[in-house]
Nanobody, 123 residues
Framework: QVQLVESGGGLVQPGGSLRLSCAAS????????MGWYRQAPGKQRELVAT???????NYADSVKGRFTISRDNAKNTVYLQMNSLKPEDTAVYYC?????????????????WGQGTQVTVSS
């Protein structure tokens, strides 16, 4: 089992900043991609940003230039720095990790999600 625990959400005024963190734990052998997704009320979950094990990043057009994704491979942790926040960024933000885990049966792939953290941008 691989668990992801997010932190850093909250209420912020438009134009403000927040930093989300997501730490992966468990029988991890390696993590390939990590990313952040979000889901606003009444909408489908959408990609926000992803980062590969080598540091290659990908962003949704709506957050380019405002959000920055980064990761600490030694800590199995991914971050999302969100600046110039807008009311339309309000959503539950989910962390995702894809990789390989090891247990008594050998190596298995995993695709795990965190429980989500609420980000609300409002004055």
């Amino acid at each position: 089992q691989v668990q992801l625990v997010e932190s850093g959400g909250g209420l912020v005024q438009p134009g403000g900043s927040l930093r989300l963190s997501c730490a992966a734990s468990g029988s991890i052998f390696s993590i390939n991609g990590m990313g952040w997704y979000r889901q606003a009320p009444g909408k489908q979950r959408e990609l926000v940003a992803t980062i590969s094990s080598g540091g290659v990043t990908n962003y949704a057009d709506s957050v380019k230039g405002r959000f920055t994704i980064s990761r600490d491979n030694a800590k199995n942790t991914v971050y999302l720095q969100m600046n110039s926040l807008k009311p339309e960024d309000t959503a539950v933000y989910y962390c995702n990790a894809v990789g390989v885990r090891r247990d008594i049966y050998g190596y298995r792939g995993f695709d795990s999600w965190g429980q989500g953290t609420q980000v609300t941008v409002s004055s």
